[in-house]
């Protein structure tokens, strides 16, 4: 089974600056086939239910705010939050879907003002 | 407007069985791979189980083969997930989303919590 590793566990980042949060996978993502990584971002924000931010490590999913943008390659992933918003107060998972069954999420990184 | 409702959580004994339910509205039920991802309380996500849009094909997570079974009736737009032998451990709320490609998972319901007690 692919493992997805998050960095950090939590993070305080001020209204308007930015957060990083670091994904990694315990192999490579990437099909060299396609050229594209197989790792998806999420937000689940308290007492809601996960909404997907981002997929192929860096396509945004349609309605979300252009400040949330995803990069990476092979084995390591970042989403960046540009301008932190009291909105974006939420739990961040990452997600493989490379290798499946099963798909893997990594632990979560909580992220707050 | 997208809607995922899923039904059937409750309080089930150790050993017993229980089925959830996720009606689907404003999307395409039929052309799209389904999923349920479980949710502990405090933790993160699990992924439990997908079926193909047709129905003919479904996998699972180790910690719930030949214990769960996902189906789904298109005609219904509902999707399913047939829980037996249920243990402590399965205690969350189940999550059923719809998954682009058998990729990732792009709509999500509310959840139905599961709780697994004597």
């Known amino acids: 089974d692919i493992v997805m590793t998050q960095s950090p566990d939590s993070l305080a980042v001020s209204l308007g600056e930015r957060a990083t949060i670091n994904c990694k996978s315990s192999?490579?993502?990437?099909?060299?086939?396609?050229?594209?990584?197989?790792i998806a971002w999420y937000q689940q924000r308290p007492g809601q239910s996960p909404r997907l931010l981002i997929y192929?490590?860096?396509t945004r999913e349609s309605g979300v705010p252009d400040r949330f943008s995803g990069s990476g390659s092979g084995t390591d992933f970042t989403l960046t939050i540009s301008r932190l918003q009291a909105e974006d107060v939420a739990v961040y998972y990452c997600?493989?879907?490379?290798?499946?069954?099963?798909?893997?999420f990594g632990q979560g990184t909580k992220l707050e003002i | 407007e997208v809607q995922l409702l899923e039904s059937g959580g409750g309080l089930v004994q150790p050993g017993g069985s229980l089925r959830l339910s996720c009606l689907v509205s404003?999307?395409?039920?039929?052309?799209?791979?389904m999923s349920w991802v479980r949710q502990a309380p405090g933790k993160g996500l699990e992924w439990v189980s997908i079926?193909?849009?047709?129905?003919?094909?479904?996998t699972y997570a180790e910690s719930v083969k030949g214990r769960f079974t996902i189906s789904r009736d298109n005609s219904k737009k509902t999707l399913y997930l047939q829980m037996n032998s249920v243990r402590v451990e399965d205690t969350a709320v189940y999550y059923c989303?719809?998954?682009?490609?058998?990729?990732?998972?792009?709509?999500w319901g509310r959840g139905t919590l599961v709780t697994v007690s004597s």
């Open positions: 989303a719809s998954s682009v490609g058998m990729w990732y998972f792009d709509l």
């Open positions: 404003g999307f395409t039920f039929r052309s799209y791979g």
């Open positions: 079926i193909t849009a047709s129905g003919d094909s479904a």
């Open positions: 192999q490579s993502v990437l099909n060299n086939a396609n050229k594209k990584n197989y």
């Open positions: 192929w490590a860096s």
């Open positions: 997600q493989q879907y490379y290798r499946t069954p099963p798909y893997t």
